[in-house]
């Protein structure tokens, strides 16, 4: 690749990114949102253990915290939270995840938070500020810790009044299993709303209702629009004429539609086929649209794998390009002039953006690390399709290894990692992911796979899942692995699989029904008894398998048969698995059992668990360690010795 490049084993290289710098990456922005002159954002920092703070920007530049120490703007309703505060004409309102109040104010110096909401085990998020009766329109989630079996979690809207006591807001809506994205028209006098009931979840079928507000502030005349149990409606909300927008996949892509109160009407006229305009939504108040004036709507989307921004003109239809080669996040907002969006790019860390909609221009405003990386060093993704099962093919970015200093030895291959992202109905991106290049700098290939079930590719790819998981996604990643072995890009000696979540369990998976394909797993909170998850998991997903796999107890030995634990006895390579003491979508007791049967198989074990940790690491000390603890475990499988100092790790068996 370089003249002058020394030969050293691949998983050798020193490196420049040290697990130090990845969890510096780790401070994670989100939440963009605009109030007056002023751009909020939240910035979860894993050097204050995870605590997520809300910042903002004034028109001058300044930067302000405000929520201080002792306040964690984060929400627990469907345990991945998300919208959890509200900027109202510079006043704040924010879910403390340490209650699951709801406060208001954040100013250190001047408006110490004070709780609008009681102890009353009640969860809110996703607030819609109702100006014209003083209040917040929220999702409340109710547990009651005297209920025990089977009781689920209540969940309905309320409207929260805010003269200046504390309430659990009356109810305005319920009945449904599941409630989102509450939006109040511009004159205050309609709610358009997203519901769904068991066992859809939001990206299989939700459905999209809109009422007229009565002077008590009740609803009435709910009409519903759009949406059922096969039709997912995403980001419901009102142009500045008071018109409802939406996103439906009702076409197999999701696209932007817009309702003159009997009909509903696409908005784009030159969008291309394959692209997608919505999300899963795995968490509240996430938005692919937003209105910048009356005449012109900022998008996001993907195609092919890759996340873009556009404007589209409202009376043409017509979609133009924004500032090429960012790829967006989850969040989007805009004024008149400009859009505000989380984005990255294949080279560079998220930032929170301002992009100027007359030139195109981009300003970062808060970047997502601060650490600084030679361009040099940095493996550009691949996008490619590849053959898999049934005569499909399947999509994942690739990554090379790289360094300007270091090449692997003559005719040697690298080892190759393939990634299973969680969810599953996610996918992963192009956007630059410092703990990728973490490995690519030390000599590794890396597979990051978006499997058959993932999102992006429209609603057939994402439905290939239904009542296949452990087996589409297994395959895929199998094949993904097989076919850069083909090509002559990885050594079939040394692949590797990992993942988190559900990502875990597809690597698992993979050990137990692919058994020699791979010579070493890492499992994060990984899922290893699928039965075990249908008894204890949390509201949102306790239905999630009835499409993934199949209802249960009905089809019970439908989950025993790809559940990983009960076939260990395949099981023919090492594995190490790292945990979250409080994870309650995955609780540790999967992997403490994970980590038992492999000892008694007499493989080569490791098993990390973290106090603290829930679903997801959060602290900067628990990624430093995971991370470390994962290449000291490649080490030492496959003999050689990583160029870092890294604190030993215990491994039976070896």
């Known amino acids: 690749m370089y003249s002058c490049q020394v030969q050293r084993p691949y998983g050798t290289w020193p490196s420049p990114i040290s697990a130090e710098a990845v969890a510096a990456q780790g401070v994670r922005l989100g939440s963009v949102t605009v109030d007056g002159d002023d751009v909020y954002w939240l910035e979860r920092r894993p050097n204050e253990g995870g605590r997520s703070v809300l910042v903002r920007r004034r028109a001058d530049g300044r930067h302000e915290e405000l929520t201080p120490q002792g306040f964690n703007v984060r929400t627990r309703v469907h345990e991945y939270g998300g919208g959890a505060y509200i900027v109202a004409g510079g006043q704040i309102y924010f879910t403390n995840f340490q209650d699951q109040r709801v406060y208001s104010g954040g100013s250190k110096e001047q408006d110490p938070p004070h709780a609008i909401t009681p102890a009353n085990n009640g969860f809110y998020a996703d607030f819609a500020y109702d100006s014209k009766r003083n209040r917040l329109i929220a999702v409340r989630e109710n547990h009651d810790p005297a209920k025990a079996g089977h009781y689920e979690a209540e969940t309905a809207l309320v409207a929260i009044p805010l003269d200046g006591g504390e309430s659990a807001g009356a109810v305005i809506a319920s009945g449904y299993d599941f409630y989102s994205t509450p939006r109040i028209s511009p004159d205050g006098t309609r709610l358009a709303w997203l519901s769904w009931r068991h066992p859809q979840m939001p990206w299989d079928g939700t459905e999209l209702w809109a009422a007229d507000i009565d002077a008590s502030g009740a609803l009435s005349g709910s009409t519903r629009v759009a949406g059922g149990p096969s039709e997912s409606i995403y980001q419901p909300g009102w ?47 996430t938005a692919t649209w937003a209105f910048a004036g009356g005449s012109h709507i900022v998008v996001s989307y993907t195609s092919s794998g890759r996340w873009h921004l556009g404007v589209v003109n409202v009376a043409s239809g017509v979609m133009t390009s924004l500032a090429p080669g960012l790829e967006p996040r989850e969040w989007l907002t805009a004024t008149v002039t400009h859009a505000f969006v989380v984005a990255g790019s294949a080279r560079t860390s998220d930032a929170v953006m301002q992009i100027d909609l007359n030139t195109g221009d981009a300003e970062p405003l808060k970047t997502a690390s ?6 040099i060093f940095i493996s550009e993704p691949e996008a490619i399709e590849f053959p898999t099962g049934s005569g499909l093919t399947a999509h994942a970015f690739i990554y090379p290894p790289r360094h300007p200093e270091y090449t692997g030895m003559p005719g040697d291959r690298p080892p190759l990692i393939v990634i299973s ?113 249908a008894h204890d998991t949390h509201k949102f997903e306790s239905r999630y398998l009835d499409t993934l796999i199949g209802p249960y107890p009905e089809a019970r030995e439908l989950y025993r048969a790809r559940s990983p634990i009960h076939f260990v006895d395949r099981l023919s390579c090492a594995l190490i698995l790292l945990q979250g003491l409080e994870d309650k979508v995955v609780p540790p007791n999967q992997s403490e059992m994970m980590a038992d049967a492999v000892r008694r198989k007499g493989l080569p074990v490791a098993y990390l668990s973290f106090e603290g940790e829930q679903h997801g690491f959060r602290k900067a000390a628990t990624i430093i360690r995971s991370l470390e603890a994962e290449l000291y475990f490649y080490g030492a499988v496959f003999g050689f010795t990583p160029a870092d100092t890294i604190e030993p790790l215990p491994i039976d068996n070896l």
């Not at 004429?241 to 030159?270: A, E």
């Not at 601060?370 to 361009?375: H, R, S, Y």
């Not at 797993?521 to 699928?530: F, V």
């Open 239 to 285: 142009s500045p004429d008071g018109t409802l927008y939406f996103v439906s996949d009702r076409d197999g892509w999701w696209k932007l539609y817009r309702w003159d109160g009997t009909l509903s009407h696409t908005v784009m006229t030159n969008a291309a086929p394959d692209a997608e305009f919505g999300r899963p939504q795995w968490i509240f108040e």
């Open 421 to 533: 992202h969680g969810g599953p109905t996610t996918a992963t991106t192009a956007r630059f992911d410092v703990a990728i290049q973490y490995w690519t700098t030390r000599g590794f290939a890396v597979a990051d796979v978006n499997y058959g079930g993932s999102s992006g590719y429209g609603r057939p790819y994402r439905e290939r899942l239904n009542g296949q998981w452990g087996i589409v996604d297994v395959e895929d990643a199998v094949n993904a692995a097989r076919h850069l072995v083909a090509q002559g890009k990885a050594d079939p000696e040394r692949l590797i699989i990992r993942g988190g979540s559900a990502g875990g369990y597809t690597a698992l998976a993979a050990l137990v029904f692919h058994p020699g394909v791979f010579k070493a797993a890492a499992s994060y909170y990984g899922i290893s008894d699928i039965e075990v998850l």
């Open 370 to 375: 601060q650490v600084e990386i030679d361009p």
